[in-house]
């Protein structure tokens, strides 16, 4: 019965789930308030923690006094440095890089504190109002070692050090070189460059860090549950630490309200929880408040970046050159140390661009703040904002248009795989591709002559282009951080059918909010045939998959719905030979969808209820040897990775008056590859746009010289809320990766390309007044300083 | 982030939220809306003994109109006020500053007694009274006084008030002009002002008869600006008086410094805002 197969290959046919635009199936919960977060979980009895947390920048600390705290209502341990010694073994943030330093991490301050905000003491008490209580009883004395605020302070000689065993604040120095940089810059028609600086951020996930640990007394087991996206790194380390093997420590991650980047790393806090529990043999909670929060969860970007740019008189970058200092706060992280954010600037500073030669060298410079860890974008949002004012001040100097030179030199589609001079290599990405798609999209051409009009009644109007790419979803071949020893290369897909017909995939990923439950579901239904709403995805749970990193690097897409792909298809022949026996059909002539396995061409088929039935528990129909469990695991390691590219465009308009900045439009061409959900990528660039406009015009933590934050409230740390968030297009550019399903990692751009974005639009705005723009946020009190300058300048001039 | 320890009391009249008061010693404190205080109970910036809830008291939620004057009570919300056509009416200056303050969710709870209280230099109400005149009734066990608004605000986040006293109810007389503007700058929509200005004018047909101006934002509290209203009454009106009217506000205050605005930002702002108000007033009626 061949003939009447169809000409078409089937999924053609079929309607589809990869692609569709399906609302997602965690908002209904999230919403209205069912969603379980850590914070949620109800152990019996439980404790409650309280940290003390330190006041001075750095100091030795020479007396801790508890004794009023442990006698105070409610209170059952006060824990310092000292009474935790033997319980746990430090976590190094270890590294192969060269010129590297790991700096151990504690669970609580010994010996001195490095930062505001440092926990030095743990109350544990019957109720957080009676562990604050007794916070305030603890006595400890500190004596000052000076405080290192600026990194460019911290690299100077007599510099008090923060690490006296690393010898010096420089924790990690790097340097990246291809061609002779020198001579071409010499032989340049122009040079561009200047200090750019991106200031310190919150990364301020709307839930703030929380964990609850429940300790089982009949085997000493824990299960921790915490808002983290790398709960399998998490497990790993606590289980090393603890000497605690994985199947007596559960790490979950439940319903986790954001990371981006700040529940990235394994805390101190973490660690804590686990060891009093141990120590107590009780479950316990802690939830940052928010100063907490804002004052000791990982920290993002703070770099100064020297470049410099030469052009020949075409318009064609040919070197490049950049020294950075990271000022990457007191301590490394685990597990991507103190090199990810600044290293990375340097990585990725020649972008989508082919420059010949190449100088990057990096510094990472402790001081005392909390540590920089990963933020969306990791490094790209400074590369990009230095490297597309780098491509303006070109254009301006050769007078040539923005979107000209940056067509002369990004990557042409019959040049992929292209290495550049960092030693990147992008596969075949829309690059010149998404350059056109927003230029057309955003009407440049018009917004030119708006432009002209606007300057005429001398209105202050700029547009803006950035173009960038990244890798995204990378495998075992590159490391996400560099030198790093944990593998993050794959991902691990599992998918069970019970015997109810029922369907779970289970997964490490851990989705904080990118909708992984949605697009993972949709995949596995596809590629299963079974109905979208019959799928349950199951991540973030150290108890389903051996073992698992996370969710981070823009990668759970491709990593999990590649493992999901190839789980998928093991799982579809097995399902296949059951149904072939129950139909008395030929294996190839049976077609597996919506559910069922189908005889092609016939009305004959059997659900995956009856599959599963006569598979597990039906002892007649099927011989012995064919009863296979319906279950199929896969780990996917896509071993390169792929690249995912945009260019965004804005427009914006200063007002005199005011000094602020007003997003006129806003425009992303992106190439995330094969898209699953446009829904979702829709949301992930807007929600990435949002937080690069925070980057470009609001938020800055503040640090004195002394080391005090003083912006460490939702009034001073300002972020921008809905009327300050622009309508944006988004042009999605769908070329097919190389990876399994074609997928590329998206849900970091769009904070990668709007600082440069919003940067270059203002810089063209106030270009008539002849101001640059090299810092962000670009803030109204900088840019009416700037103006101010501007005025004095011209002033001198026509004096 | 808890509060420390204190006691709750609820009573139903003022007379007994006066005796709670004074039975607190000192260390009593009023809960109106709580969008202020609970933030500083839970930083433990304040620690009240006693905290003693306005909320359950009976008519102290009220907009009427009284001869020249709107009254309105203490526990009054800030979305009621907003949202009154008598306010819209009589009050325009008032209706118009009324969005600008917080945001939908605070302007439910937060009152204007609390507003007030709380004295918060770049807080909307509290410079609508200065420059309204409004007078304050305020109970104590002393019985009721009458405090100007210009005698309540003595520095930022402080108030006139001892210990034991209640603002009961606050009067707002009306004002006679022809043209009126509310003009204001805040880093977001919602968030307190870094500067503004309120201005109305009475005016002939080429002279200004006189003027009303407030700022805040830019000092310890806020300010109504008598030097400047008295030089600008009968002045003459042509195409440069706003920009005379901007320097004359300008010159008249010298404007903090924070982390979110120089002062030097904040003067400037202050005078382009000042120039728009005058403008705008003026054009109201030709
Ligand atoms: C995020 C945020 C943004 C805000 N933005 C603005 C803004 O832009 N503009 C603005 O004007 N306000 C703003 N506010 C403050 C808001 O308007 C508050 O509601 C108001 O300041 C206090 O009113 P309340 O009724 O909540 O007072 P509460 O918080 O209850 O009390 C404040 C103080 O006043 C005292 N008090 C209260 N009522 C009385 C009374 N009848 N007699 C004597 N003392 C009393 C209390 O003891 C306390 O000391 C903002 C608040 C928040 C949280």
Known sequence: ?799 | MKPAKFDYVAPTTVDAAVEALVAANGEGKVLAGGQSLLPLLNFRMTRPGVLVDLNGIQGLSFIEPRGDRIAIGALTRHREIEQSPLIASKLPVMAAAMRHVAHLAIRNRGTIGGSLSHADPAAELPMLSLFYGAELSVQGPAGRRIVAAEDFFVDALTNCLEPEEIVVEIEFPMLAYDGWAFEEVARRFGDFALASIAVSVRRGSSTIDNVRIAVMGVADTPLRLKAVEGKFSGVSIDDRTPDRFSELVMSSVSANSDLHASSEYRQHLLGKLAARAMRTALTAKE
């Not at chain 1, 504190?113 to 009883?137: F, H, K, M, P």
């Not at chain 1, 992008?426 to 690059?431: A, L, M, P, V």
């Not at chain 1, 015997?499 to 909010?513: D, L, R």
């Not at chain 1, 698992?548 to 799982?571: E, F």
């Open chain 1, 1 to 799: 019965m061949n003939s009447d197969r169809p000409a078409q290959p089937l999924d053609v046919l079929r309607p589809r789930n990869v692609g569709a635009p399906i609302r997602r199936t965690e908002d209904p919960r999230l919403l209205t308030g069912r969603g379980e977060y850590s914070a949620d979980r109800k152990p019996d009895r439980p404790l409650h923690l309280a940290f003390l947390r330190s006041s001075q920048a750095h100091a030795r600390i020479t007396r801790i006094d508890t004794a009023a705290a442990l006698a105070s209502p409610g209170v059952v341990e006060v824990l310092t440095a000292e009474s935790i010694v033997k319980d746990f073994k430090p976590v190094i943030p270890f590294s192969r890089m060269t010129n590297y330093y790991a700096t151990p991490i504690l669970p609580l301050a010994a010996g001195k504190v490095r930062y505001v905000g440092e926990a030095v003491a743990a109350v544990i008490a019957t109720s957080r109002y009676l562990a604050e209580d007794a916070l305030e009883l603890i006595e400890i004395d500190y004596e000052p070692l000076g405080a290192v605020s600026r990194p460019e302070f911290a690299v100077t000689e007599g510099a008090p050090l923060l690490h006296d065993a690393a010898g010096t604040n420089v924790l990690v120095a790097r340097e990246f070189k291809k061609g002779d940089v020198a001579s071409d810059s010499k032989a340049a028609a122009v040079r561009v460059g200047g200090r750019f600086e991106v200031t310190r951020k919150a990364p301020l996930a709307m839930e703030p860090r929380s964990y609850t640990v429940e300790y089982e007394k009949r085997r000493d087991a824990i299960t921790l549950y915490t808002s983290s996206n790398i709960p399998g790194i998490v497990r790993d380390a606590i289980s090393e630490s603890l000497d605690l093997p994985g199947h007596r420590l559960r790490v979950v991650a439940p319903d986790v309200g954001g990371s981006f980047g700040s529940k990235g790393s394994l805390y101190p806090e973490e660690i804590l929880i686990c060891i009093a529990a141990r120590r107590l043999r009780r479950s316990l909670k802690w939830t940052a408040d928010r100063l907490e929060d804002i004052s000791s969860s990982s920290q993002a970007f703070a770099e100064i970046v020297d470049a410099e740019m030469g052009f020949d008189a075409n318009g064609i970058a040919i070197s490049l050159q950049a020294d950075v200092i990271g000022d990457v706060g007191a301590y490394s992280i685990y597990p991507w140390t103190c090199g990810l954010e600044p290293v990375q600037v340097v990585s990725f500073l020649p972008g989508p661009y082919k420059i010949a030669s190449y100088r990057g060298a990096v510094r990472g410079v402790a001081t005392c703040k909390p540590p920089t860890g990963p933020y969306r974008g990791v490094g790209r949002p400074i590369s990009t904002f230095v490297t597309e004012r780098l491509m303006d001040l070109g254009a301006k100097a050769l007078g040539i248009d923005p979107l000209e030179i940056r067509r002369r030199n990004l990557v042409r589609p019959e040049e992929f795989p292209y290495r550049i001079a960092s030693g990147i290599i992008w596969d075949r990405t829309g690059f010149v591709e998404c350059l056109d798609a927003a230029a057309e999209t955003a009407g440049y051409r018009e917004l030119r002559s708006l432009q002209a009009d606007a300057r005429k009644q001398g209105r202050l109007f700029g547009i803006g282009i950035a173009s960038y790419a990244e890798l995204t979803g990378i495998g075992s071949r590159i490391a996400v951080a560099p030198g790093m020893p944990i593998n993050t290369g794959s991902e691990t897909a599992k998918i069970t059918i019970d015997s109810t017909g029922a369907i779970t995939a289970a997964f490490g990923v851990a989705s904080h909010g990118q909708g992984l439950e949605t697009t993972l579901a949709q995949i596995v239904a596809d590629d299963l045939g079974a109905r979208f709403e019959d799928v349950r995805v199951i991540q973030g749970d150290s108890d389903e998959v051996p073992m698992s990193t996370g969710s981070y690097a823009s990668r759970s897409a491709v990593l999990g719905g590649g493992a999901a792909k190839h789980a998928c298809r093991i799982l579809s022949e097995k399902i296949k030979r059951v149904a072939s026996h129950l139909l008395e059909a030929n294996q190839d002539d049976i077609e597996v969808f919506g559910g069922k396995a189908i005889v092609l061409g016939t009305d004959r088929a059997v659900t995956f209820r009856q599959i599963a039935k006569a598979v597990y528990s039906d002892m007649k129909t099927l011989p012995v040897k064919a009863r296979e469990e319906l279950s199929a695991t896969y780990t996917y390691d896509p071993i390169n990775g792929t690249t995912a590219a945009a260019t965004h465009i804005a427009a914006v308009e200063v007002d005199p008056a005011t000094c602020f900045v007003r997003i006129v439009k806003y425009v992303v061409a992106e190439d995330c590859g094969r898209i699953i959900n446009p829904l979702i990528v829709d949301g992930q660039v807007h929600g990435g746009v949002a937080q690069g406009i925070g980057a470009a015009l609001f938020e800055e933590l503040v640090y004195d010289d002394d080391g005090q934050l003083l912006s460490a409230s939702l009034i001073d740390y300002v972020i921008p809320s809905a009327p300050e968030v622009p309508n944006m297009e988004v042009v999605h550019v769908e070329s097919e990766s190389g990876v399994e399903g074609g997928f590329r990692g998206m849900g970091e751009g769009g904070t990668i390309g709007a600082p440069a974005a919003i940067a270059n639009a203002i810089a063209d705005a106030l270009s008539p007044l002849g101001i640059e723009v090299s810092l962000l946020p670009m803030t109204p009190e900088r840019i009416f300083r700037l103006m101010e300058q501007a005025k004095l300048k011209s002033r001198g001039k026509s004096r």
